[in-house]
T-cell receptor
Framework: DVKVTQSSRYLVKRTGEKVFLECVQD?????MFWYRQDPGLGLRLIYF???????EKGDIPEGYSVSREKKERFSLILESASTNQTSMYLC????????????FGPGTRLTVT | RKEVEQDPGPFNVPEGATVAFNCTYS??????FFWYRQDCRKEPKLLMS???SGNEDGRFTAQLNRASQYISLLIRDSKLSDSATYLC?????????????FGQGTILTVHP
């Protein structure tokens, strides 16, 4: 079974703090993704990576950056957390083939106060 | 037109009912489609993949209508445990590297 893990299930940070969310997958997947999910807005793609050190912006990259130094690990960084970044953050991974199936981690519920 | 669009519901059905959700997509070149199930405060889990005309797994049937560009999910003999949000996903326009676009999700509540 594919296993995607995220560093924290719940996180509370203060406005202006730098926040790191980590994601690790154990299936040697090439592609990794960071989404945020908000009521009424669905899943929105923040950034994705298709290889080590490679990254591309998703639909809502503003205020975020990412790092992928190892194939199994993909980090999301909130440079200066703001209250509008309070959300559920979901990491996913997939293999590079025609199937596109993505597998999700358990999510991190981030609250910025 | 949104890339992937779903009726958010909610759908409230009694146990044993048959319920169907539709999901429209805009990328006519898409070859693969997915239904995910998401329980409250949990991550989406892959329910079914659809690569051709359809797929069936027990009480769940997913169908693809390429001419009208929609996929459907049919749940027969609904159980209380089927209560969840159902997300559909498809490769978006101009997508690469396995990107999927997700619909907003359809909320299903099955009641006794």
């Amino acid at each position: 079974d594919v296993k995607v893990t995220q560093s924290s299930r719940y996180l509370v940070k203060r406005t202006g703090e730098k926040v790191f969310l980590e994601c690790v997958q154990d299936m040697d997947h090439e592609n990794m993704f960071w989404y945020r999910q908000d009521p009424g807005l669905g899943l929105r793609l923040i950034y994705f990576s298709y290889d080590v050190k490679m990254k591309e912006k998703g639909d809502i990259p503003e205020g975020y950056s990412v790092s992928r130094e190892k194939k199994e690990r993909f980090s999301l960084i909130l440079e200066s957390a703001s209250t509008n970044q309070t959300s559920m953050y979901l990491c996913a991974s997939s293999i590079t083939d025609a199937t596109y199936e993505q597998y999700f981690g358990p999510g991190t519920r981030l609250t910025v106060t | 037109r949104k890339e992937v669009e779903q009726d958010p519901g909610p759908f409230n059905v009694p146990e044993g009912a048959t319920v169907a959700f539709n999901c429209t997509y805009s990328n006519s070149a898409s070859q693969s489609f997915f239904w995910y199930r998401q329980d409250c405060r949990k991550e989406p889990k892959l329910l079914m993949s659809v690569y051709s005309s359809g797929n069936e797994d027990g009480r769940f049937t997913a169908q693809l209508n390429r001419a009208s560009q929609y996929i459907s999910l049919l749940i027969r003999d609904s159980k209380l445990s089927d209560s969840a949000t159902y997300l559909c996903a498809a490769p978006g326009d101009g997508t690469s590297y396995g990107k999927l676009t997700f619909g907003q999700g359809t909320i299903l509540t099955v009641h006794p």
